[in-house]
């Protein structure tokens, strides 16, 4: 596809509330037409919640190094291909709403060592660095999500606290090794002042693990004692990813 050279590469989140009794048919559906997908859309999660919140969301991001114009080519190119609208056809009597977010990541993604990025290649070097439980099936997702204040300059400040804290947490003594920052992303178009992030643990122990050893990092707790006069919502959510889906 191409792209400018100074567009800014956007992430899509796409929720789609699904009916459910018809989840078990959709996601059959939606793994079968998992390659189609792959070939027309930069797609780097897949996923459905556990736990944490409304159940039987269909939990999808993608990854546009062209930033809109890349997605704008591609989402063309999705209307003629003849695969994706048989499954479109098929599918679509399952959701009953969709919605469409667009993220950037924060830029303390690439500053940060540690933070692995939505970007192609990085989740497989993240998976290189965890072979042990790479492919368990206890493996996990939690997404956690802050609704901030109104305001300009909220955004910035919460980056500019969480980056002064992460370090800290993310090296606290007993953090599970399979425990990862995978990304940290913040709204541009949608639901303004929102800010998301996606961890990856092994199982729910280590999430339970590392959130224990969390606590104790000094310059993490201080860090979220003054992100928590920023956000009006604070929500984290566990979930389990498809088996197609790149990040698991």
């Known amino acids: 596809m191409s792209s400018s050279n100074i567009s800014t590469p956007i992430i899509e989140l796409r929720e789609y509330n699904l009916s459910p009794q018809h989840v078990g048919f959709y996601n059959k559906a939606t793994t079968n037409a998992s390659l189609t997908r792959k070939e027309l859309l930069p797609l780097r999660l897949f996923s459905l919640p556990e736990t944490g919140g409304m159940l039987n969301v269909a939990t999808h991001m993608y990854y546009f190094q062209g930033g809109f114009q890349e997605r704008n080519e591609r989402r063309k190119a999705m209307d003629t291909n003849s695969d994706w609208k048989a499954y479109l056809q098929s599918v ?31 989740i497989e070097q993240l998976y290189d660095q965890h072979s042990d439980d790479a492919s368990s099936s206890e493996s996990i997702l939690e997404l956690r999500r802050y609704q ?10 919460f980056l500019a606290l969480y980056g002064a804290g992460l370090p800290s947490k993310l090296n606290a003594p007993g953090t599970d ?30 999430m339970e693990q590392s959130r224990v050893a969390a606590r104790g990092a000094t310059e993490w707790k201080k860090s979220i004692a003054e992100i928590a006069s920023l956000a009006n919502v604070f929500t ?4 389990k990813p498809l088996p197609f889906s790149p990040l698991k």
């Open 236 to 239: 984290s959510t566990i979930h």
């Open 92 to 122: 679509k009597p399952f959701m009953v709403d969709q919605k469409s977010t667009i993220f950037v990541e924060a830029p303390l993604v690439s500053e940060i060592e540690g933070v692995c990025g939505l970007k192609p290649g990085n």
């Open 148 to 157: 901030l204040k109104l305001g300009y300059d909220t955004v910035p400040k």
């Open 177 to 206: 090794p399979s425990t990862s920052l995978v990304t940290l992303l913040y709204s541009e178009v949608g639901q303004l002042n929102e800010v998301i992030e996606v961890w990856r643990h092994g199982s729910t122990s280590a």
